[in-house]
């Protein structure tokens, strides 16, 4: 049993590194989905009760603001964010299982925690940084291979964390 393909998956060679248009969809998606998450906690009425209510609930209350309805609707928020990644990565992993999203959260938890827990602008930066950091290790080369798999992934490191 695998996931149905999608798309018809076409290849690409960058700089050493192969990708598929699947990747890229994949890459596409995620930085759309960021950019949205960040005009709705940002710019919106609902973002705004968000962050008043993981503030201080008491005091978002007090202003007309319905904390159970925004913790609900963060929730609602969060769930259909985790079901729109799952659809994304069934491609890569290419078999249904109960954990195969274990180490893209544990990934996303140290990114949080590194980018801030409160700052969701800082978290998708981290994460950014964290993949390009595992991106330049990927880049082999017979010529360089010792600089692409250790100097490469620290430099990148350095620069973006």
């Not at 994460?127 to 330049?136: D, I, K, P, V």
């Given at each position: 049993?695998?996931?149905?393909?999608?798309?018809?998956?076409?290849?690409y060679?960058?700089?050493?590194?192969?990708?598929?248009?699947?990747?890229?969809?994949?890459?596409?998606?995620?930085?759309?989905?960021?950019?949205?998450?960040?005009?709705?906690?940002?710019r919106?009425?609902?973002?705004?009760?968000?962050?008043?209510?993981?503030?201080?609930?008491?005091l978002?209350?007090?202003?007309?603001?319905?904390?159970?309805?925004?913790i609900?609707?963060?929730?609602?928020i969060?769930?259909?964010?985790?079901?729109?990644?799952?659809i994304?990565v069934?491609?890569?992993?290419?078999?249904?299982?109960?954990?195969?999203?274990?180490?893209?959260?544990?990934k996303?938890?140290?990114?949080a925690?590194?980018?801030?827990?409160?700052?969701?602008?800082?978290?998708?930066?981290?994460?950014?940084?964290?993949?390009?950091?595992?991106?330049?290790?990927?880049?082999?080369?017979?010529?360089?291979?010792?600089?692409?798999?250790?100097?490469?992934?620290?430099?990148?490191?350095?620069?973006c964390c």
């Amino acid at each position: 049993m695998s996931f149905p393909d999608v798309l018809e998956v076409t290849r690409y060679e960058f700089a050493g590194a192969h990708i598929t248009n699947v990747q890229i969809t994949i890459v596409l998606l995620a930085l759309l989905l960021m950019l949205a998450l960040l005009v709705l906690v940002y710019r919106t009425r609902l973002g705004r009760a968000m962050r008043a209510t993981a503030q201080s609930p008491d005091l978002a209350a007090l202003m007309g603001v319905n904390p159970n309805s925004v913790i609900a609707a963060t929730f609602v928020i969060g769930a259909a964010l985790a079901a729109i990644a799952g659809i994304m990565v069934s491609p890569i992993t290419g078999w249904p299982t109960s954990y195969m999203g274990f180490l893209l959260g544990l990934k996303a938890f140290s990114a949080a925690v590194l980018g801030g827990i409160g700052n969701v602008a800082g978290a998708m930066l981290a994460e950014c940084c964290s993949h390009c950091r595992s991106l330049g290790s990927r880049i082999h080369r017979p010529a360089d291979r010792r600089f692409s798999r250790i100097a490469l992934p620290g430099c990148v490191r350095l620069l973006c964390c």
